[in-house]
T-cell receptor, first 112, second 113 residues
Framework: DGGITQSPKYLFRKEGQNVTLSCEQN?????MYWYRQDPGQGLRLIYY???????QKGDIAEGYSVSREKKESFPLTVTSAQKNPTAFYLC???????????FGEGSWLTVV | DQQVKQNSPSLSVQEGRISILNCDYT??????FLWYKKYPAEGPTFLIS?????DKNEDGRFTVFLNKSAKHLSLHIVPSQPGDSAVYFC????????????FGKGTLLTVNP
C-alpha cells in the first residue's frame, strides 16, 4: 500500500532526552513536511524539505532538527532544547507538480 | 499574526441540514486553498480545494466558495451526516518554489442524528 508511515505512534520521553520520530513515504513525493498540533492551536509548521539534502525552517523550528538524506525519509529529532515538546506530530508529503499535501497518521510524544 | 482564521471553534447541526464552515485569511499572496477533515489521534484527510482563479468548486456533498475581495472562503456540506462529525481545518498556500500550507485553528463540527 502506498502512503506515509510515521513511527512510533506513541512515544514517551524523559526530560532532557532527545527523541527521533520517523517518517517514511512510498508515494515518490518530492516535498516532505513536519507539523505539530496542540489543542486549540491548529497545525503549525516545524520544518519542510522540497528536495533531498535541503530543508527549511517553518514557523516553530526552535528545539527541532531534521535531515533529508533520502527522498522517501524525513526524520524529525525533538531535542532537549524544545521547551514544550508534548504534542501530536504530523508528517506530510507532496508531489512538486501538485498542490495537495497528504498526511501520515501522526505520532504522540509525551514528555514525562 | 494569524494569517488563516477560523473564528468558530465549534458548530452543531442536525442530520440532513446544511453545514457551513467559514475561514478568513489576511495574506493577499495566498492563491490556493484547501479543506481538511480530521478525527482525533489521526492525520488530517484532504477534502476539497480551490484555486484563486475560481470562486466555487464542488465535489459531491462538499462545495467550497471563495470570495477573494473579502478574503473569505466557506465549506458547505449538504446534506450533513453524523459521519461528518470531525474537526475541519482550512489551509492556504502562496504557491512558488517554497510551497507550504498555513492552517487555521479548526472548527469542530458535530452532526446530530
Amino acid at each position: 500500500d502506498g502512503g506515509i508511515t510515521q513511527s512510533p505512534k506513541y512515544l514517551f520521553r524523559k526530560e532532557g532526552q532527545n527523541v527521533t520520530l520517523s517518517c517514511e513515504q512510498n508515494l515518490n513525493h518530492d516535498a516532505m513536511y513536519w507539523y505539530r498540533q496542540d489543542p486549540g492551536q491548529g497545525l503549525r509548521l516545524i520544518y519542510y524539505s522540497q528536495i533531498v539534502n535541503d530543508f527549511q525552517k517553518g514557523d516553530i523550528a526552535e528545539g527541532y532538527s531534521v535531515s533529508r538524506e533520502k527522498k522517501e525519509s524525513f526524520p524529525l529529532t525533538v531535542t532537549s532544547a524544545q521547551k514544550n515538546p508534548t504534542a501530536f506530530y504530523l508528517c506530510a508529503s507532496r508531489l512538486h507538480s501538485g498542490n495537495t499535501i497528504y498526511f501520515g497518521e501522526g505520532s504522540w510524544l509525551t514528555v514525562v | 499574526d494569524q494569517q488563516v482564521k477560523q473564528n468558530s471553534p465549534s458548530l452543531s447541526v442536525q442530520e440532513g441540514r446544511i453545514s457551513i464552515l467559514n475561514c478568513d485569511y489576511t495574506n493577499s499572496m495566498f492563491d490556493y486553498f484547501l479543506w481538511y477533515k480530521k478525527y482525533p489521534a489521526e492525520g488530517p484527510t484532504f477534502l476539497i480545494s480551490i484555486s484563486s482563479i475560481k470562486d466555487k468548486n464542488e465535489d459531491g456533498r462538499f462545495t467550497v466558495f471563495l470570495n477573494k475581495s473579502a478574503k473569505h472562503l466557506s465549506l458547505h456540506i449538504v446534506p450533513s451526516q453524523p459521519g461528518d462529525s470531525a474537526v475541519y481545518f482550512c489551509a492556504a498556500s502562496a504557491g512558488g518554489s517554497n510551497y507550504k500550507l498555513t492552517f487555521g485553528k479548526g472548527t469542530l463540527l458535530t452532526v446530530n442524528p
